[in-house]
């Protein structure tokens, strides 16, 4: 089983920078076998991959709209997932969630992912 704890979220002013983090525990979890993506979901909206990084070249995926703003990255020794957001604008206003899928290579698919956080709301006021 694998369990993982989003925090970081907040309010922020349009321009301002988050940094989201995903703490992963579980004695079924290891760095090789999974692949771990930021979810969000916006009042009204459907959910949307944000980001997320392959396990074998630990290669990454970033939606358009977020392009050139976020950053994902892991520490390992930490077992903890980050996602580095700045100039956030308040399209990006939604509930953040980690997600850790079994596989080597990144997926878009929500359904790819079998474990999800509990979710973190960012705010972004214009």
């Known amino acids: 089983d694998v369990q993982l704890q989003a925090s970081g979220g907040g309010l922020v002013q349009a321009g301002g920078s988050l940094r989201l983090s995903c703490l992963i525990s579980g004695s079924g979890f290891s760095w090789d076998d999974y692949v771990i993506g930021w979810f969000r979901q916006a009042p009204g909206k459907e959910r949307e991959v944000s980001s997320c990084i392959s396990s074998s070249d630990r290669s990454t995926y970033y939606t358009d709209s977020v392009k050139g703003r976020f950053t994902i990255s892991r520490d390992d020794a930490k077992n903890t997932v980050y996602l580095q957001m700045i100039n956030l604008k308040p399209e990006d206003t939604a509930v953040y969630y980690c997600?850790?899928?079994?596989?080597?290579?990144?997926?878009?698919?929500?359904?790819?992912?079998?474990?999800w956080g509990q979710g973190t709301l960012v705010t972004v006021s214009s």
């Open positions: 997600v850790a899928g079994y596989g080597t290579f990144y997926s878009v698919i929500a359904r790819d992912y079998e474990y």
